[in-house]
């Protein structure tokens, strides 16, 4: 039987991130330095497909550093940690390497200024994510209010409406928080935002690519994980883009063929943790069932890299 003809439209920029290859690279490198096991708190990025491989060559995950012994190097995720994690390890006299992404520890270090200015901080974010969690707790517990849409600051008790500023997440939706931005200033016009923005160029660029493509689409596959925020963000942006089916899916195995009869045609991305061998596994998939035609859709070209920390580029 011949295959039905299907345009394939690939979002550019789609995949890794400065960010995840900087930590998974630094993964990598500390279990060339210190041997197996190296611990790593939380998923050093939230894709089972990259932690199931460090994990084969020696790597141990846990949610807590409580659960790492003091004498083997534990490295810390991405996503950020609460100032408390690092004050832990060294009181522990632990080796501690931080795979925070530079961009994290950007807003990190903002939110440290802010509150040295005297200044009250409100954090946009997903209530229990870790990179939320991370950023609230680089001030004492209580001191950062947490807001997650336009509802929740109309409610939001401040100390000072003059002495506020605000962060956010840096994976998070740039329209929904246009919008709880624009809530703040008209309820707060004294609160400092960031100089820049705090949601990161990875993502920013990702959701661009995929508000042009989504129209053209019957379709859409975004490759990535249920706990991976800035991949989430990409299938809502495709639905609200106008792309009437937008699916998260970890792997080719994930995708319902049944609920993609008959479309002519499908775009695929994926979250800044997704690895490139996952997107070639969905598009094979597309191969073998259909007559593909691929077309690009690039909205941007990337050339972000950040160093892996001087620690690792010494050798033991
Ligand atoms: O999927 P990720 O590991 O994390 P979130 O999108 O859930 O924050 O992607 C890397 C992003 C960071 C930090
Ligand atoms: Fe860094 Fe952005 Fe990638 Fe997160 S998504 S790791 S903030 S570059």
Redesign the pocket.
């Known amino acids: 039987m011949s295959k039905s003809p299907l345009t394939l439209y690939l979002a550019a920029p789609r995949g890794f ?4 290859d ?2 998974i690279k630094i993964v990598e490198m500390a279990l060339e330095k210190w041997g197996a096991p190296v611990y790593v708190r939380h998923e050093i ?1 939230h894709n089972k497909f990259v932690v199931d491989g460090l994990r084969e060559k020696g790597a141990v995950f846990v949610e807590e550093l409580s659960e790492c012994p003091d004498d083997r190097p534990v490295i810390f995720s ?2 950020g940690v609460p100032k408390s994690v690092p004050n832990a390890a060294q009181a522990r006299n632990m080796v501690y390497v931080d795979a925070t ?4 520890s950007k807003v990190h270090i903002e939110a440290q200024r802010h509150a040295d200015a005297g200044l009250q901080m409100i954090m946009i974010g997903h209530e229990g994510h870790p ?1 939320t969690v991370g950023t609230m707790g680089q001030l004492p517990d209580g001191e950062v209010l947490l807001v997650e849409t336009p509802q929740d600051v109309a409610t939001v008790t401040v100390r000072d409406p003059q002495k506020l500023a605000y962060v956010t997440q ?2 998070l939706s740039i329209d929904d928080t246009a919008d709880i931005v624009a809530a703040l200033n008209a309820r707060f016009p004294a609160i400092v935002g960031p100089h820049k923005e705090d949601i ?4 920013t660029n990702r959701q661009e690519a995929v508000k042009a493509m989504a129209p053209k689409c019957d379709a859409m596959l975004v490759v990535g994980a249920p706990n991976s925020s ?1 991949s989430k963000r990409l299938v809502e942006v495709g639905s609200r883009a106008g792309c009437s089916y937008a699916q998260l899916v970890q792997r080719a195995d994930d995708i319902d063929w049944r609920a993609l009869d008959g479309i002519k045609s499908i775009g695929i991305t994926a979250g ?2 997704a690895p490139e061998v996952l997107i070639n596994e969905v598009i094979d998939a597309f191969k073998s069932r259909y007559d593909v035609t691929e077309e690009l859709v690039e909205t941007a070209i990337e050339n ?1 890299e ?1 160093k892996v920390p001087r620690v690792l580029r010494v050798p033991a």
Not at 101 to 104: G, M
Not at 200 to 203: D, E, K, L, N
């Open positions: 991130c400065a960010g995840v900087r930590a990025v991405a996503h992404c530079p961009l994290v990179e840096t994976t990161c160029y990875a993502t800035n800044a943790s972000v950040f």
